[in-house]
């Protein structure tokens, strides 16, 4: 049984540039939710979809955005890339319909993007 | 930003010592929940214990929350090498989870 799993594992990009990260959940799973790990710090939530909707969104700017497809997997979409933007980007996903923080969340080993 | 803070940062430790680790967070939860991260990794999930519980148990694993205080700890008995990781708690409410800061943990053999 497959957990959740991300690609590309590494990407480099210029400031400006654009990045699409994506995300197939574990098997069973209906609600991915997308975190930003800054070197030496907890993740950071950034939104969550479920039924194909970004249900929750945290702090983050209009530059990210995402897309939920009907087989549950999911893209993480970044415009105008800033220095800031490096981080690990984790996938997490779990199951209960959309209440993604009152269940366990399984997270994927996530995409490290370094902008140069 | 983080929703709350971990203490110690850092706990480096014997092996075969325990490691209690602390937390706080600053809104209403619906659960709080611990995660392991080993270097370069995504996170795993610990334990879950919702807000109306007190103390819950998982192996090595024991952690209480006090709501009133706003905290929680996890204990983890008899520790391991392989137990060298970060230890986040994480808050939870019904669409997202806030994390905090961690706390790096190193076992020494």
């Known amino acids: 049984d497959a957990g959740v799993t991300q690609s590309p594992t590494h990407l480099i990009k210029t400031r400006g540039q654009q990045v699409t990260l994506r995300c197939s959940p574990k098997?069973?799973?209906?609600?991915v939710s997308w975190y930003q790990q800054a070197l030496g710090q907890g993740p950071q939530f950034i939104f969550q979809?479920?039924?194909?909707?970004?249900?929750q969104r945290g702090n983050f700017p209009d530059r990210f955005s995402g897309h939920q497809f009907p087989n549950y997997s999911s893209e993480l979409n970044v415009n105008a890339l800033l220095l800031g933007d490096s981080a690990l980007y984790l996938c997490?996903?779990?199951?209960?319909?959309?209440?993604?923080?009152?269940?366990?969340?399984?997270f994927g080993d996530g995409t490290r993007l370094s902008i140069l | 930003s983080q929703q709350g803070e971990e203490d110690p940062q850092a706990l480096s430790i014997q092996e075969g010592e325990n490691a209690t680790m602390n937390c706080s967070y600053k809104t209403s939860i619906n659960n709080l929940q611990w995660y392991r991260q080993n270097s370069g990794r995504g996170l795993v999930h610990l334990i879950l214990i919702r807000s109306n519980e007190r103390e819950k148990h998982s192996g090595r694993l024991r952690v209480t929350l006090d709501t009133s205080k706003k905290s929680s700890s996890l204990l983890i008995t008899a520790s391991r090498a392989a137990d060298t990781a970060s230890y986040f708690c994480?808050?939870?409410?019904?669409?997202?989870?806030?994390f905090g800061s961690g706390t790096q943990l190193t076992v020494l053999p």
């Open positions: 994480a808050s939870g409410s019904a669409r997202q989870l806030t």
């Open positions: 997490a996903s779990s199951g209960g319909g959309g209440t993604g923080g009152n269940q366990p969340q399984h």
């Open positions: 979809y479920y039924e194909e909707e970004e249900r």
């Open positions: 098997s069973g799973h209906d609600t």
